[in-house]
Nanobody, 124 residues
């Protein structure tokens, strides 16, 4: 059974930084791509970032490029999302998810396991 547990959310002022962590249980963590999504109230779940199984390749939605960095530590079964220059528009519940394939890594249905989410609130 795979479990994903996010942590590191909270309240930060605009322009600040925050680092989210995702701890994964289960075997073969290093065989899977991992992603971060977010969902703001009244909005659909949105792709944020994805990292390949080895960590060699990363992908971002345009609105976070240059501000967010996804990384992983396969020895520790951990995925991270470093978020800099945060704005109120980044306020959302952030989810970690395991990718299992599919033609479009930006779509949430191409991920099979999800964490419970961690809230990020950016004040203006």
């Amino acid at each position: 059974q795979v479990q994903l547990v996010e942590s590191g959310g909270g309240l930060v002022q605009a322009g600040g930084s925050m680092r989210l962590s995702c701890a994964a249980s289960g075997r073969a963590f290093s065989n899977y791509a991992m992603g971060w999504f977010r969902q703001a109230p009244g909005k659909e779940r949105e792709f944020v970032a994805r990292i390949s199984p080895s960590g060699a390749n990363t992908y971002y939605t345009d609105s976070v490029k240059g501000r967010f960095t996804i990384s992983r530590d396969n020895a520790k079964n951990m995925v991270y999302l470093q978020m800099n220059s945060l704005t109120p528009e980044d306020t959302a519940l952030y989810y970690c998810a395991r990718g299992y394939g599919g033609p479009d890594y930006r779509k949430y249905w191409n991920y099979d396991y999800w964490g419970q989410g961690t809230q990020v609130t950016v004040s203006s």
